[in-house]
């Protein structure tokens, strides 16, 4: 309650879901993506349902390191900084290695991965500089971070999400090295029922909504309660991985 929090990619589906969730918890949440609109418009929600926190619209590209920095220093200028950093944001570009596109690789680095590892290091910085000893970094990442072989098409983006997994033990570690009790954890997601599916620039609409259709997906709730739960566990625990698959899904 009162804590400040990051959420990037909370336009729609699960960051805008956990937003939600945080605000109706008392936090100050700052959202963050492009369509910003869809954020105000989400604010607008909140306050009006009488939840306790608030939701700070804020418009950045995060393929754009410039534009992250900007809004940590608006963060700081106008909320002190940030205590709790969720690196949701992320997308895909469903296609073949052998016959994909450079554009859409360097896409999913930037958002995935360096947005990520940018946003991460602006907000241990924000934590350390004001003492804040209990922060938490929650990376969402997915099954496919997991999976041993990825799905069809999907070996980009599994590749990106690897690398989330890496990243998220990495940061626990650093973190450990330097004696704080900040947490980080990783939330890795099987099928959800959000827009993700249909924005793959490259995907058939019709497959999208087959993929949808074929079993009861996750919610974005589902999500954002897996994210109350991680931020509600006492100081001294760690939870490195939650990973949620809806029940009909196997790998
Ligand atoms: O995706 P979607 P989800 N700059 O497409 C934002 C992972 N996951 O909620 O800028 C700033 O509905 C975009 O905002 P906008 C997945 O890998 C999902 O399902 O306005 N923001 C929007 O808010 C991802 O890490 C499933 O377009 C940018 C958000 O990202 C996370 O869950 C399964 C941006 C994407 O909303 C959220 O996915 C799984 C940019 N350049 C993992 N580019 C699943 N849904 O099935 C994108 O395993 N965004």
Redesign the pocket.
């Known amino acids: 309650k009162g804590r400040v929090a990051l959420v990037?990619?909370?336009?729609?589906?699960?960051?805008?879901a956990v937003a939600r969730a945080l605000v109706q918890q008392g936090m100050r949440v700052v959202g963050?993506?492009?369509?910003v609109d869809?954020i105000e418009k989400l604010a607008a929600e909140c306050q009006s349902a009488g939840y306790s926190g608030t939701l700070i619209p804020y418009k950045?590209?995060?393929?754009n390191e410039e534009e992250i920095l900007s809004m940590f220093s608006a963060i700081k200028t106008l909320h002190k900084g940030v205590d709790v950093c969720i690196n949701?944001?992320?997308?895909?570009h469903n296609e073949p290695l052998l016959s994909g596109k450079t554009e859409g690789w360097r896409?999913m680095i930037?958002?995935?991965v360096l947005?990520l590892s940018i946003c991460t290091r602006e907000a241990y910085k924000s934590m350390k500089e004001r003492n804040v000893d209990d922060g938490h970094i929650i990376n969402?990442?997915?099954?496919?971070g997991h999976r041993m072989v990825p799905s069809a098409d999907e070996h980009f983006?599994c590749a990106t999400?690897y690398a989330v997994t890496a990243l998220t033990e990495g940061i626990r570690q650093e973190l450990r090295e330097a004696n704080t009790h900040i947490r980080a954890t990783c939330i890795?997601?099987?099928?959800?029922?959000?827009?993700?599916?249909f924005?793959h620039h490259n995907s058939d609409p019709e497959k999208a909504a087959a993929v949808y259709e074929s079993m009861k997906?996750l919610k974005?709730e589902d999500?954002a309660s897996a994210v109350t739960f991680v931020l509600g566990a006492p100081p001294h625990v760690q939870i490195g991985d939650v990973q949620m698959r809806p029940v009909e899904q196997v790998s």
């Open positions: 990037t990619g909370a336009s729609v589906g699960i960051g805008a963050c993506a492009r369509s869809k950045c590209d995060l393929s949701n944001a992320g997308l895909a896409n930037d958002v995935n947005a969402i990442n997915s099954m496919g983006y999400k890795s997601p099987g099928l959800v029922e959000t827009e993700f599916a924005r997906c974005a999500i």
